[in-house]
């Protein structure tokens, strides 16, 4: 379990200091998220047809991974990645992430200083300001280009056929087993030994 002053440097991190790798000729598209949308299932589904950050983390490592990234990078600007947004409404994000313990991991991956502050005696103070961070996240990311990004709500993207397809479109895919074998939407089942497949 790491100490107060660890949280603090993690938040740190990646807030001022994080470094995104890109690989040469092995990434296509990045799927980005704050968490709680379903967006490990994506990424596996894409990854067997292009190159996306679950590939990056498999093959580099969790230290290189690129996850929950709270702004767009400047060389997501330079190199023209392609960005899948998975969007939630913002209380459904909260109380998901909430249920599998992984609030204060979700503040660290945003930059914030102090991830354990309110947990202990004031929830309604930490809904705010992880709530906050959520907000953030959506108003950074309509900055990126219309042509590189393609915002997806969830669960839609599990469900209606128009946005596999609207998604298979953005990213040139041309194989139809792409919508063939597209996951199906399967919610969490929270019992008492549960096991979080994302993880």
Not at 55 to 61: L, N, P, S
Not at 156 to 167: A, E, G, K, T
Request: hydrophobic share 35%; proline share 5%.
């Amino acid at each position: 379990m790491a100490n107060y002053f660890q949280l603090f440097q993690r938040g740190f991190k990646n807030r001022y200091l994080r470094k995104i790798y890109i690989p040469e000729n092995k990434l296509d598209c990045i799927i980005n998220h704050p968490g709680g949308c379903g967006g490990v299932t994506l990424s596996k589904h894409i990854n067997q047809f292009q190159y996306t950050n679950y590939h990056i983390e498999k093959e580099y490592g969790y230290q290189k991974a690129i996850a929950h990234l709270i702004k767009p990078p400047s060389v997501f600007y330079k190199k023209k990645i392609k960005v899948i947004i998975l969007k939630r409404d913002l209380n459904e994000i909260y109380n998901s992430l909430k249920k599998r313990g992984f609030l204060r991991n979700s503040l660290v991956w945003y930059g914030d200083l102090l991830p354990f502050r309110f947990f202990n005696n004031d929830e309604k103070k930490l809904k705010k300001k992880f709530t906050g961070y959520l907000e953030k996240f959506y108003e950074n990311w309509e900055k990126y280009p219309d042509s590189l990004k393609i915002v997806i709500n969830y669960p839609n993207i599990f469900q209606s056929i128009d946005d596999q397809n609207s998604l298979k479109s953005f990213l040139n895919i041309k194989d139809q087993k792409f919508i063939e074998n597209f996951p199906k939407f399967d919610p969490y089942a929270y019992e008492k030994n549960f096991i979080d497949p994302s993880s």
